[in-house]
């Protein structure tokens, strides 16, 4: 069974800085898509950013510009910088695959974290 462990959640102030991380464990043979998603409260969880094997990086407009995302396909993590954050930013953020093979062959499809907590104070 394949899991998501996410880090590096925290508070910070507006205009600064975080970076999250999120390492897939099990027998993984490749991960399509690895992605970050973000819940704020009373909201509906929505895609931050985005980076298929072998494609570009997507981002959300709210995002672009400031936020980067990053992967290591051998490793099986994702990152994402967030720089010049907003209090608009403040929510619960996901890591997701989209679609797993297994080492033996099965697949597994949409795996999440458990999410990590963000909160940008003005």
């Known amino acids: 069974q394949v899991q998501l462990v996410e880090s590096g959640g925290g508070l910070v102030q507006a205009g600064g800085s975080l970076r999250l991380s999120c390492a897939a464990s099990?027998?993984?043979?490749?991960?399509?898509?690895m992605n970050w998603y973000r819940q704020a409260p009373g909201k509906q969880r929505e895609l931050v950013a985005g980076k298929p094997t072998g494609g570009s990086p997507n981002y959300a407009d709210s995002v672009k510009g400031r936020f980067t995302i990053s992967r290591d396909n051998v490793k099986n993590t994702v990152d994402l910088q967030m720089n010049n954050l907003k209090p608009e930013d403040t929510g619960v953020y996901y890591c997701?695959?989209?679609?797993?093979?297994?080492?033996?062959?099965?697949?597994?499809?949409?795996?999440w974290g458990q999410g990590t907590q963000v909160t940008v104070s003005s």
């Open positions: 099990g027998n993984i043979f490749s991960i399509n898509a």
């Open positions: 997701n695959a989209d679609r797993v093979v297994l080492s033996t062959m099965g697949v597994e499809f949409d795996i």
